[in-house]
Every structure is written in structure tokens, then in C-alpha cells.
């Protein structure tokens, strides 16, 4: 049995044997582990599920967008007034404590109406992003490619929905 083994063509043979099955185990593995299958299916299946939206669009197509201008510019006028009433008998250290209070004033307002346009925009890309079964969606300068681009669908959703 011994010479067998020692023998240079069963050598050869044997040793090709074994490495076959290696071969043929690490490829089953890294397959499994992977999983390679449900990764491609996966993947073919999320691109479909991906929507984009262009913000800087809808934000500028929003239907209230002069109302919530109107309403800032009225915020900083109202602040403006009230600083030059009230500040002339301050002294230059009063005055610049009273101006960063009102600039603080004015960012929690402008923070506010920016809520919320955001949160009306945002609901109608849900409602938009639901109806076409999109399971995400991206704002579309970080995408590099794919998604389905619903920005124009979101845009006449907001159009529709003026109150």
C-alpha cells in the first residue's frame, strides 16, 4: 500500500484530488457566506425601492414660499423697529447685547417657518414615495447614479395641495 502512495503518478493524482475539493470548498464557502445569491437579488430589488428628489427644486417651487418670505422680512422689519425705539438710550455694550437677543429672536423664527416648509415637503414626498412603493428616498445630489427621480411628481403634489 505504502509503494502505492509513493508512487509519482498517484502522487500526482492524489494530490490534484485534494486540492479540487479545496478549491471547491473555499468557492462554496465565500458563496454562502456572502451570500452571493440574496445579495444580487437584493440588490436588483433596492434599486426599484430608491427614490431622489431634488430639495433645493421643491423648496423653490413651494407654493407658500412668498407667504413664509413675507413673513421673515415682516420678523426683521418688526425687529429693526423695535431696536431703533428702544435702543437710543442705551449705551454702545446695552445696544449690542439687545441686537444679538433680536438676531436670536429672528433665527428661532426663520427656524420655525423652515420647519415648517420642511415638514409639508416632506409629507408630500412620503405620500408620492408610498404610491410608487419606494421604500427610501435621497436627496439627489448625493446620488451618483439610479433611483427613481420623483421630484417633478412631489412638485405638482405641493402645487395641488395650496392652502
Known sequence: MMEKLRNPKNVKTISL????????????????????????????????A?????????????PKLEQLNTEMEKAKNEARSEFDSKSQNMNDQQKEEYYRQLQERLQVK???LDDALRKD????????????GLKVVVEKSTVVYGGTDITDEV????????K
Open 17 to 48: 484530488i485534494v486540492a479540487a475539493i479545496f478549491v471547491i470548498g473555499c468557492f462554496t464557502l465565500a458563496m454562502s457566506a456572502g451570500g452571493f445569491g440574496s445579495s444580487v437579488a437584493s440588490a436588483a430589488g433596492s434599486e426599484s
Open 121 to 132: 415637503i416632506d409629507e408630500v414626498i412620503k405620500k408620492v414615495a408610498d404610491k410608487k
Open 155 to 162: 412638485a405638482k403634489s405641493l402645487q395641488s395641495t395650496k
Open 110 to 112: 426663520f427656524k420655525e
Open 50 to 62: 430608491i427614490g431622489v428628489v431634488d430639495y433645493q427644486v421643491l423648496v423653490s417651487q413651494y
